[in-house]
């Protein structure tokens, strides 16, 4: 049973920084896609970044060279770097993880609950 718990989320003005971080168990997260996702209200969930078992990573055009995806094997733990955040980039950040491409949100089959992140 994998279970996906996210943390890091906050309030942050325009131009600062937040670290996301999602505990994962159940699985080993070596052999999988792990990706995050986001939603704003009203709007539909977007895939934000993803990486691979080989470390490859993928972003949406809109937070390339602002955002850093990256994992820790061997705490079965996913991060999220989100810098110069903007005021559109308020939303609830989901963790998720599948197998698959992983630049495909298809893949993706099992998530966390979620954690909010402002920017004001």
């Known amino acids: 049973h994998v279970q996906l718990v996210e943390s890091g989320g906050g309030s942050v003005q325009a131009g600062g920084s937040l670290r996301l971080s999602c505990a994962a168990s159940?699985?080993?997260?070596?052999?999988?896609?792990m990706g995050w996702f986001r939603q704003a209200p009203g709007k539909e969930r977007e895939g934000v970044a993803g990486?691979?078992?080989?470390?490859?990573?993928n972003y949406a055009d809109s937070v390339k060279g602002r955002f850093t995806i990256s994992k820790d094997n061997a705490m079965n733990t996913l991060y999220l770097q989100m810098n110069s955040l903007k005021p559109e980039d308020s939303a609830m950040y989901y963790c998720?993880?599948?197998?698959?491409?992983?630049?495909?949100?298809?893949?993706?089959?099992?998530w966390g609950q979620g954690t909010q992140v402002t920017v004001s």
């Open positions: 998720a993880v599948g197998r698959g491409l992983c630049s495909a949100a298809a893949t993706y089959n099992d």
């Open positions: 159940g699985y080993t997260s070596s052999s999988y896609c």
């Open positions: 990486i691979d078992s080989d470390g490859d990573t």
